[in-house]
């Protein structure tokens, strides 16, 4: 029997720099796609920019200071900016949502939602500032949750306090959104379903 042999190809070469270019163009086209299909880019950095800051300096740069009361300082003044930001500007255009509260006449608090379509929104927006609110949570939370753990008093009131900024808009806006509480609901029903079908499954090995 004739043995073929099989021409490999010539000339390919793989290098380091061919795949950082290939990932420098992947990237470039995500962030151009995201660009295009963003109807307010700029809302969308700065509902990020200012609390990755907030984390950067809380996280990084308090290892290199030992100026603890600007970092605390600088930490506060980026979550109330980020607040105020993600409450009347970031929540309005990115997802069409509003909150706010009164006080009325009898002394009485009224917290007030708004909220129009949500599916008339660019998905990407909609993405980014729920992303951005989830994942701003959760960071405080484990922040403080760790300095609480480690008995670092200080840092576990700045982190309490920027997780208490986070958690009023998170309520606020998911108070404000149906699209949201569909969510919540229809993954709580699934969870029940997967539950009440592992009991099942269970007692019917057992029997």
């Given amino acids: 029997m004739k043995q073929e042999k099989v021409e490999k190809p010539e000339n390919i070469q793989v290098t380091q720099k061919n795949v950082q270019s290939i990932a420098k163009v992947q990237n470039k086209t995500s962030f151009t796609n995201f660009y295009r299909n963003s109807s307010h880019p700029i809302i969308c950095l700065l509902t990020f920019i200012f609390k990755l800051a907030a984390f950067v300096i809380y996280i990084i740069i308090s290892f290199f200071t030992k100026q603890k009361g600007l970092v605390y300082l600088s930490v506060i003044l980026l979550g109330s900016v980020d607040f105020w930001i993600t409450k009347n500007v970031s929540g309005r255009f990115l997802v069409g949502l509003r909150w706010w509260n009164e006080v009325k006449k009898d002394g009485k608090e009224v917290w007030i939602y708004e909220s129009k379509n949500e599916k008339a929104e660019a998905t990407s927006d909609k993405s980014v500032f729920w992303t951005s609110l989830y994942v701003n949570g959760g960071g405080w939370a484990i922040l403080f949750l760790f300095k609480l753990i ?57 029997l």
């Fill in 150 to 206: 480690t008995l670092s008093i200080t840092n576990a009131i700045i982190a309490f306090t920027m997780l208490i900024f986070a958690g009023i808009n998170l309520y606020g806006f998911f108070r404000c959104s149906k699209e949201q509480q569909g969510k919540l609901n229809k993954l709580g029903t699934k969870a029940v379903s997967n539950l009440a079908k592992e009991g099942i499954q269970n007692l019917g090995r057992r």
